[in-house]
């Protein structure tokens, strides 16, 4: 008996377990993966949310937004200013039109590329201001779905309804619609 009781000490006394020790050299403890893989998940959405902070912007940066805002609203309504011109004065603006027609074609195709040039620029800065709105939003994806489970929690899918029980004349009693004199004198007076 001392022999055996030795043998388990050994193995699993002193707060060791040598079967696992060894089992765990061989194969991974799923466990501890677990941990380590909600570890890796966490720090990355935290590394993440880092990379795509928004700073606060000042007011040279408002401003300059600003600007940048203008040029696609002034092409839209000069545009159509064009068109209101061509009603309203037609020799004016075929005047004009003649100077534009004097434009030589080099400084069209450098127009055309500052033009491209700036509203590519401002499609990547949008990308990217979209890419950091995504990322805060993943960041307060478990607290939604925390908050999602609490309102459930709260919610009653029974409401209103009485458990009868066994009561058969309780049960017809709740299913028999009760008598309403003002309901039942609209009635007749909708009929006559």
Do not use: C
Request: proline letters at 6%; charged letters at 20%; hydrophobic letters at 45%.
């Amino acid at each position: 008996m001392g022999l055996i009781s030795d043998v388990l000490t050994f193995l699993f006394g002193g707060g060791r377990n040598v079967v696992r020790e060894t089992a765990e050299v061989f194969r991974e403890n799923a466990e501890n993966r677990a941990v380590r893989d909600a570890t890796v998940q966490s720090q990355t959405l935290a590394q993440f949310g880092a990379e795509f902070q928004m700073p606060q912007k000042g007011a040279y940066d408002r401003f300059i937004d600003g600007l940048n805002r203008l040029p696609r609203p002034a092409l839209a309504l000069g545009t159509m200013g064009l068109f209101v011109a061509a009603m309203i004065d037609p020799l004016w603006f075929a005047a004009r039109m003649q100077g534009i027609a004097l434009v030589p074609e080099p400084l069209w195709w450098l127009l055309g590329v500052i033009v491209s040039f700036y509203f590519g620029a401002r499609h990547q800065a949008k990308a990217q201001d979209l890419q950091r709105e995504i990322s805060a939003t993943v960041l307060r994806a478990p607290q939604v779905a925390e908050n999602i489970e609490t309102l459930n929690a709260l919610r009653h899918t029974n409401m209103g309804r009485a458990d009868p029980g066994p009561d058969a004349e309780l049960s017809e009693t709740i299913l028999t619609p009760d008598q309403n004199p003002a309901l039942e004198e609209w009635r007749r007076a909708k009929t006559a």
